[in-house]
């Protein structure tokens, strides 16, 4: 932000979640110069079309309308994908199918297991089968096994800061095989 010469820090975080919270505080430690805009909360939008209808208005790109394609939020970096929303919101309910986009349904996975060697380094794992990789190509592959075993899968209910509690779902096969192999190097 300071290489470009910005002066505000703006993010998408709605106001119930524990991630404008973060943002703003990460901001004010180490930037306290800057300001944070937090639009979900200091303009009050109260749906996701709400503030996709002004990122419209005002043609700023915000990737793909989830309006036209889901009834819920994801959030999808490298790691995996959080999903939450819609038919998640009764937690007495299965998750249905349709909520999760990375990983395989475990019932419909290979029979047969894929076996393989993680290498750690000081905790940080380098190599899958004794080939070394970089981080992203490491996870991108780990990811790619664990999806397709369907590996990863986490229904989770969390607290939010506000004191409110939201269920959502994770997919995040390489941080699964990556904390497993770890939790085995560590028992021996």
Request: net charge negative; proline share 7%; charged share 25%.
């Amino acid at each position: 932000a300071r290489e470009d010469g910005a002066e505000f820090l703006g993010h998408g975080a709605s106001s119930k979640s524990n991630d404008q919270v973060r943002f703003s505080a990460t901001v004010s430690a180490i930037a306290p110069d800057l300001t944070v805009i937090s639009p979900w909360r200091e303009w009050h939008f109260r749906t996701i079309e709400e503030v996709a209808d002004y990122a419209d208005r005002h043609a700023i790109a915000v990737g793909e309308d989830q309006r036209l394609f889901s009834p819920y939020t994801r959030d999808v970096n490298i790691w995996g994908c959080r999903t939450a929303g819609g038919p998640l919101e009764d937690p007495s309910a299965e998750p249905p199918a349709d909520a999760y986009t990375v990983t395989r349904d475990p019932r419909e996975a290979p029979d047969e297991p894929v076996e393989l060697e993680l290498e750690f380094e000081q905790g940080t794992p380098v190599s899958i089968d004794r080939m070394a990789l970089s981080p992203v190509p490491l996870v991108e592959k780990l990811r790619t096994m664990g999806a397709a075993h369907g590996v990863g899968r986490i229904d989770h209910l969390e607290n939010r800061i506000y004191g409110t509690k939201i269920r959502e779902v994770y997919e995040a096969p390489a941080a699964a095989i990556c904390y497993a192999a770890h939790a085995a190097l560590e028992r021996i």
